[in-house]
T-cell receptor, first 115, second 110 residues
Framework: NAGVMQNPRHLVRRRGQEARLRCSPM?????VYWYRQLPEEGLKFMVY????????ESGMPKERFSAEFPKEGPSILRIQQVVRGDSAAYFC?????????????FGDGTRLSIL | QQQVKQSPQSLIVQKGGISIINCAYE??????FPWYQQFPGKGPALLIA?????SEKKEGRFTISFNKSAKQFSLHIMDSQPGDSATYFC?????????FGTGTSLTVIP
């Protein structure tokens, strides 16, 4: 499977715990985007990363949320001290480049539930 | 503020009919307009995309119509099939960010 891989598919956390969501981009893709989707809503941009660099994090809350895309390994979206409002589906997309000539390819998401 | 407005929220079409979903935007800096199809439990999949220098693009049964002056674009699904039943999202991009519409839930009745 050469597609975007996200894991886990489902993640349950209690309030105050940490959530780590992983995304392995398509082979050859070095650009990763994270989105959040609430029921009945579209995808909301959170952060755009290139290998080892955050390009645009304007959609990501300043507190408790962080993202990284190390030289080796998957991209990680980290949510500290989770609250009920963090419950959502989180999608990762990858692209060959940041140019809009290149389409984004999405993974199947991580459904995060906060108890 | 919703950068891309999408309508209708839901749509029911008979098999063989035409499904039409509309989107409108304000930011004239947008230069790429993709449509995504999403099935339950799956991520969005790119369906078709258009740039503002073209007024129409057709791929199989799917057509995008683009009206630059009105800042509107629409997806037409010809000969709609039950397998087309899914949620459809329009989007617009000006480079780094993609802005998505709120989605249209399409149901095609056999």
């Amino acid at each position: 499977n050469a597609g975007v891989m996200q894991n886990p598919r489902h993640l349950v956390r209690r309030r105050g715990q940490e959530a780590r969501l992983r995304c392995s981009p398509m082979k050859g893709h070095s650009h990763v985007y994270w989105y959040r989707q609430l029921p009945e809503e579209g995808l909301k941009f959170m952060v755009y990363l290139q290998k080892e660099n955050i390009i645009d994090e304007s959609g990501m809350p300043k507190e408790r949320f962080s993202a990284e895309f190390p030289k080796e390994g998957p991209s990680i979206l980290r949510i500290q001290q989770v609250v009920r409002g963090d419950s959502a589906a989180y999608f990762c997309a990858s692209a060959l480049s940041g140019n809009t000539n290149q389409p984004q390819h999405f993974g199947d998401g991580t459904r995060l539930s906060i108890l | 503020q919703q950068q891309v407005k999408q309508s209708p929220q839901s749509l029911i079409v008979q098999k063989g009919g035409i499904s039409i979903i509309n989107c409108a935007y304000e930011n004239t800096a947008f230069d790429y307009f993709p449509w995504y199809q999403q099935f339950p439990g799956k991520g969005p999949a790119l369906l078709i995309a258009i740039r503002p220098d073209v007024s129409e693009k057709k791929e199989g049964r799917f057509t995008i119509s683009f009206n630059k002056s009105a800042k509107q674009f629409s997806l037409h699904i010809m000969d709609s099939q039950p397998g087309d039943s899914a949620t459809y999202f329009c989007a617009a991009s000006n480079g780094n960010q993609f802005y998505f519409g709120t989605g249209t839930s399409l149901t095609v009745i056999p």
